[in-house]
């Protein structure tokens, strides 16, 4: 049977030839996969650039979709060397991690806000020692018998 008899037979079976790699179908693939790993993906997975070897000659970049899912197995979706897959594939990807990246960056915040109020307290409370007063959380005490407060302003007050 020759090739044109071949296809002539497919066609006839209602088999459409068409490209079994495209970029459409590696897309579909694609968000299946993601789809499938959402909840794994969304807290940690990333995209993988690997090198090949062949008769001495380094190959590549080739890029795979990598994550660990339950029970530590490592799972990845190959997405080859299309710029277009691998885009969207960071594109997504960054869509399901920017939530919990949102999260990590507000709690680094609130640590750094935290730290820096408690060296603010510790220097007003060593700068309210010097009268003889005391802080407690945020209220001064001691204003009884506390040191007098002089004024040190050597400006007259213009009139």
């Known amino acids: 049977m020759t090739r044109y008899e071949t296809w002539l037979t497919k066609q006839q079976e209602g088999n459409e030839l068409e490209k079994q790699r ?5 897309l579909a693939a ?7 790993h959402e909840r794994v993906l969304s807290r940690q997975g ?8 062949y008769n001495g000659k380094k190959l590549g970049p080739y890029y795979r979709l990598t994550c660990r899912v339950v029970g530590g197995k490592q799972e990845s979706h190959y997405l080859g060397r299309n710029k277009q897959l691998i885009a969207a594939a960071r594109a997504r990807l960054k869509s399901l991690q920017e939530p919990a990246r949102l999260a990590r960056l507000e709690r680094k915040m ?16 060593r700068q309210l020692a010097e009268f003889g007063l005391t802080l407690k959380g945020n209220e001064v005490r001691g204003w009884r018998r ?7 302003t050597t400006k007259k007050a213009e009139l």
């Open 30 to 36: 694609l968000s299946s996969f993601m789809d499938a």
């Open 46 to 53: 990333s995209i993988v650039e690997s090198w090949r070897e």
């Open 110 to 125: 609130i640590r750094q806000l935290r730290d820096q109020l408690q060296i603010c307290k510790t220097e007003w409370s």
């Open 22 to 26: 495209s970029v459409d179908q590696k």
């Open 146 to 152: 506390s040191k007098p407060l002089t004024c040190t």
